[in-house]
């Protein structure tokens, strides 16, 4: 991503990714690491309903692939006209990598955007202690 590519940009592009011949729903995810990094997922669904992936557990499962095990910021963006959150499974999946503090961004198609930490969206998120 150049300097001039906003991540809401590049997550605007990647919409046409995801795969949602059922629902017409596109999503597409970035999740951040602590160096920066950015790990990009799109869902994909599947007629085995509910064998797809949601577009943060695909971002999520790059990140791992790549090496990388701690989030710092996801960034969710839909092609539904309003701003979206992730859903209550993909808070859980976010809560297992997330540093404190994990800012949850979400981006609507006109460029708005709202922000919560995954403490805030999954207050009582069942969480293993990491050593």
Same mark, same amino acid.
């Given at each position: 991503?150049?300097?001039?590519?906003?991540?809401?940009?590049?997550?605007?592009?990647?919409?046409?990714?995801?795969?949602?011949?059922?629902?017409?729903?596109?999503?597409?995810?970035?999740?951040?690491?602590?160096? @920066?990094?950015?790990?990009?997922?799109?869902?994909?669904?599947?007629?085995?309903?509910?064998? @797809?992936?949601?577009?943060?557990?695909?971002?999520?499962?790059?990140?791992?692939?790549? @090496?990388?095990?701690?989030?710092?910021?996801?960034?969710?963006?839909?092609?539904?006209?309003?701003?979206?959150?992730?859903?209550?499974?993909?808070?859980?999946?976010?809560?297992?990598?997330?540093?404190?503090?994990?800012?949850?961004?979400?981006?609507?198609?006109? @460029?708005?955007?709202?922000?919560?930490?995954?403490?805030?969206?999954?207050?009582?998120?069942?969480?293993?202690?990491?050593?």
């Amino acid at each position: 991503m150049n300097a001039s590519t906003t991540i809401a940009d590049q997550l605007q592009r990647l919409l046409a990714n995801a795969h949602a011949p059922y629902s017409g729903v596109h999503v597409a995810c970035a999740v951040e690491g602590p160096d @920066g990094r950015l790990h990009l997922g799109v869902n994909v669904e599947n007629a085995a309903y509910p064998q @797809g992936l949601c577009a943060e557990a695909s971002a999520i499962s790059a990140a791992v692939t790549a @090496g990388e095990t701690r989030i710092v910021r996801v960034h969710v963006a839909s092609n539904l006209p309003d701003l979206v959150w992730p859903c209550g499974g993909c808070r859980q999946k976010i809560l297992e990598f997330a540093e404190p503090g994990c800012e949850v961004v979400t981006i609507a198609p006109d @460029g708005r955007t709202d922000s919560r930490t995954i403490e805030q969206l999954l207050p009582e998120g069942f969480r293993l202690e990491r050593g």
